[in-house]
């Protein structure tokens, strides 16, 4: 099937949810985002600096830029005067440059931080008690220019539904604690980020606000 009848099919599921879809266009060429594009996609996401800050130069203006992948400290200069949403903070050291970077820009940068929710120790994210130390530090009060929109996380790539299922409520439920207990100025949680092509269905029905979809919409990725 095409993109623009994937994105029908996807738009169709999410009608009655609070729930965005952010199309993730890794790999895929400015052609097919422009597909995407045409029939009212604005929200692309894209897990490599470079390629993120290439398309942002090519494509339209009014595209919101969601960068999804593992961020080294070294690159967030060449995307903080444009990136809509970073999904995946997961250290302090990180969220400092990027609030360093958004200064220099004079710009207010959202950020997800993201969790290690999964059982594979390959994936990147907190944990809870670093999560719960970097919102108790006095660092994260002066960070005048990050915005904490909310939390990020990626479940076990398995077939085992009742796993992802159990970590997506995980994520919800550590979600909706800090966003009751913590009154910090820069802290405003309102974003989600969990689900992808093989599990946005369990997450949707576990509270995601925003899934990041690339193969349902575009196909498979030839590395
Ligand atoms: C590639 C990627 C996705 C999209 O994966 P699909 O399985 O193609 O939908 C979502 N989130 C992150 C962090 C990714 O790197």
Redesign the pocket.
Known sequence: MGIKANLKILNDELKNHNCRLVA?S?TKPNSMIMEAYNVGQRDF?E?KVQDLAKKYQELPKDICWHM??HLQRNKVKYITPFVHLI??VDSQKLLMEINKQGEKHDRLINCLLQMHIATEESKFGFDQGELIDLLESDAIANMNHIKLSGL?G?ATNTSNESLIRSEFQGLKKLFERIKSTYTIPNLDFTKLSMG???D?KIAIEEGSTLI???????GE?NY
């Open positions: 993730v890794k996401g897990n999804i992948g999904h995946g990020m990626m992808m092509s093989g946005y990041r979809i690339g193969t349902s919409i575009f990725r």
